[in-house]
């Protein structure tokens, strides 16, 4: 059974950072990216970063470029989204999702379409 689950998210003042985790088991390491997305209320969602199914290429939203750094962990079947400088505008609930890499090459990995599985979220609140 594939399987995805987000931890880490919490409060934290403007200024601070987080890691978010986002453990995997029922895929394949190689052939699946893993991307994370975020939805504000009343906002749609939106990519904010992915990693490839090969792990050799990220890719970033413009909002949290040189701030936000996606990376995996193969031992651990787990992949983090480093979050420093954070904004209040950054509060929603980050998800991660997964897309089988040859259906997603070549495409615009931050689009939602692309993904297949989904975990259940995690709040991140960005506020004094």
């Known amino acids: 059974q594939r399987q995805l689950v987000e931890s880490g998210g919490g409060l934290v003042q403007p200024g601070g950072s987080l890691r978010l985790s986002c453990a995997r088991s029922g895929f394949s390491l190689d052939l699946y990216a893993i991307g994370w997305f975020r939805q504000a209320p009343g906002k749609e969602r939106e990519g904010v970063s992915c990693i490839s199914d090969k792990g050799s290429s990220t890719y970033y939203a413009d909002s949290v470029k040189g701030r936000f750094t996606i990376s995996t962990d193969s031992a651990k079947n787990t992949v983090y989204l480093h979050m420093n400088s954070l904004k209040p505008e950054d509060t929603a609930v980050y998800y991660c999702?997964?897309?089988?890499?040859?259906?997603?090459?070549?495409?615009?990995?931050?689009?939602?379409?692309?993904?297949?599985?989904w975990g259940q979220g995690t709040q991140v609140t960005v506020s004094s």
């Open positions: 999702a997964a897309a089988e890499g040859r259906r997603i090459r070549g495409r615009n990995r931050l689009d939602d379409r692309w993904y297949d599985y």
